[in-house]
């Protein structure tokens, strides 16, 4: 039976650290990751996790199974952190949560809850997206288009295109927006923008599936968050994903969620049913340790407090790096012009290299990013930034 399989492709991002972890050079560095390191080079284990961690564990709670739709104390605090605590679409109940298994849990979640209530409907995504956006989606079901977003001659959002794809897709259709640090391109929409685009996706009754993988890094917390708001207040269907593995710095304990706003308590009420049945009928109910520290941080408010502070402390350093990114190349290449990578958001950056550059990265100088010229700005540090800049200086 499994004689004719083919080898499925490589994930192309974990090729790199696959690449990377073979190198034998010492001073290898590894730029194609996803993940925000400290100025140490460590993945961080955040304060207030830690001593989350430490009150539960005084608790020898039994570890019975969660609810299939997950923690309640879990999901009514997620809910206060998308949409603000003192949302209207809360008090009204228009709102339902899952936990899930990461932001990609909840991407799932939601696209097979949207394969068995909208089967036609195509979906969009940004064109370029997260890798995994596309997959996720074909594999509910779904015939996937791409929407104009980058415009790799100005290094920013092709606005103007992006507005003409938003009118010309089918009433009915998804669109995956990604709410703040837009990954892979770091490219973001203006306030103003997203006013044009929210409006666009109301008026053509489109579907919005908002991807919220980094609220705290772009501009803060209730600032990245605020066009989940804008959209909930706008009316129509809403669907939003998000995920604290990197706000939380807990990738491996897969801690997402997806909210859904419907039209009345009552509707939002059965959106849940259905959704519980996505869930029961995949993994029956998420993890307990996750969600247990993110709940008690974000409800604790001393440990909230922290964890706000640890998190713009992330989104601090990423901004430095950004800055001494540009500054350095400055000196070490000019006339090459390196200024959009400040005005960009989040993780990660189109750095504009080519595919060649990136290959003579990687042969020369045991430095790594991904093809498309992807860095990810929270792997560099003062210890490594010089190092990078040289190199790129060379390859340019
Ligand atoms: N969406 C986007 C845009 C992402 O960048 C990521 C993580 N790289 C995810 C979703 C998935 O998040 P998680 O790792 O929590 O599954």
């Not at 909840?106 to 949207?114: E, N, P, S, T, V």
């Not at 415009?151 to 092709?158: H, L, S």
């Not at 520290?293 to 502070?309: D, H, S, Y």
């Amino acid at each position: 039976i499994f004689s004719a399989i083919a080898m499925a492709p490589r994930d192309p991002i974990l090729g790199i650290t696959e690449a990377f972890n073979a190198d034998t050079n010492p001073g290898k560095i590894n730029l194609g990751v996803g993940v925000y390191y400290d100025d140490n080079g460590k993945v961080p284990l955040l304060e207030c996790v830690r001593k989350a961690e430490a009150l539960l564990a005084e608790q020898f709670a039994p570890r019975t199974y969660l609810p299939i739709e997950g923690l309640a104390a879990y999901d009514k605090a997620v809910q206060e952190l998308v949409f603000g605590a003192d949302s209207a679409i809360i008090q009204e109940k228009r709102a339902v949560t899952v936990q899930a298994i990461g932001g990609t849990g909840a991407l799932k979640i939601g696209a097979d809850f949207l394969a068995r209530f909208a089967p036609g409907a195509q979906v969009y995504i940004s064109d370029p997206s997260w890798e995994n956006h596309r997959a996720l989606f074909e594999g509910a079901g779904f015939t996937v288009n791409n929407y104009a977003y980058y415009d790799a001659a100005t290094r920013g959002v092709n606005f103007s295109a992006m507005m003409a794809s938003l009118q010309a897709m089918p009433r009915g259709s998804v669109v995956v927006l990604h709410a703040c640090c837009h990954n892979p391109t770091g490219a973001d929409l203006s306030a103003d923008q997203w006013g044009d685009v929210i409006k666009a996706v109301i008026d053509g009754g489109l579907i919005p599936f908002l991807d919220m993988a980094y609220q705290g890094f772009g501009a803060g917390i209730a600032q990245d968050g605020a066009v989940v708001s804008r959209f909930a207040a706008a009316g129509g269907p809403l669907l939003v994903s998000n995920s604290f593995s990197k706000s939380f710095s807990l990738y491996g304990e897969r801690v997402g969620a997806l909210s859904v706003v419907a039209a009345s308590a009552d509707e939002a009420a059965r959106v849940l049913s259905q959704l519980k049945r996505v869930v029961r009928t995949n993994y029956s109910s998420p993890q307990i340790h996750g969600g247990k520290v993110v709940a008690t941080v974000l409800t604790t408010p001393e440990l909230r407090t922290l964890w706000e502070q640890e998190l713009e402390g992330m989104r601090v350093r990423i901004r430095e790096m950004r800055t001494q990114f540009v500054a350095k190349l400055k000196e070490k290449a000019p006339g090459q012009d390196f200024d959009f990578v400040r005005e960009q958001v989040g993780m990660f950056s189109y750095s504009g290299l080519t595919k060649d550059q990136v290959e003579m990265l990687r042969k020369e100088h045991s430095i790594y990013a991904v093809d498309t010229g992807r860095i990810c700005v929270a792997a560099l540090n003062s210890k490594n930034i010089d190092v990078v800049i040289d190199a790129i200086s060379k390859v340019l």
